[in-house]
């Protein structure tokens, strides 16, 4: 098992990332309304662990291996939700105007697969990278004494 994984934060932002995924499900399944559901949010979970990882993790190594440990939670939930969506014809938040941009339920899913794999983790390593480097520049210039 890597390090990365075995550290308790990282599992504790994995865990997160599934529980309110399931929350969301679970709610958007029981009928809450998505004005309500989408306050639910993976995507604030993986911000905050983003953040973090960012700023704890040593290489630039170690900050892409963090995006895909981030990343795959909210993928399985996605595609999980999206297949339930696709099989019973139940509408979900999961596949609703605002988050599909007018695709199908498969292209949607697919799109989810691909996504996560690919630019969705790359575009979080960005994010990381950058929050990093301002942090790495601003402990440089206030460690001056």
């Not at 499900?25 to 979970?45: E, W």
């Given at each position: 098992m890597s ?65 895909y440990?981030l ?8 595609v ?13 938040i ?8 007018g ?6 899913t ?12 790359l575009?979080?390593?960005v ?5 990093w ?13």
């Amino acid at each position: 098992m890597s390090p990365l994984l075995q550290r308790p934060s990282m599992r504790g932002f994995i865990a997160a990332i599934f529980g309110v995924g399931v929350l969301r499900f679970i709610l958007t399944v029981a009928g809450f309304p998505n004005s309500t559901v989408k306050y639910v949010s993976m995507s604030a979970v993986i911000a905050a662990g983003a953040v973090y990882f960012a700023i704890t993790t040593k290489t630039h190594k170690e900050r892409l291996y963090a995006t895909y440990l981030l990343i795959l939670p909210y993928m399985i939930i996605e595609v999980l939700a999206l297949g339930y969506t696709w099989l019973t014809g139940q509408q979900t938040i999961f596949h609703a105007a605002e988050y599909s941009m007018g695709f199908s339920i498969m292209w949607h899913t697919v799109g989810h697969l691909v996504g996560g794999l690919t630019w969705e983790p790359l575009m979080l390593f960005v994010l990381m990278e950058v929050i990093w480097a301002v942090y790495a520049v601003g402990a440089h210039l206030f460690s001056r004494g």
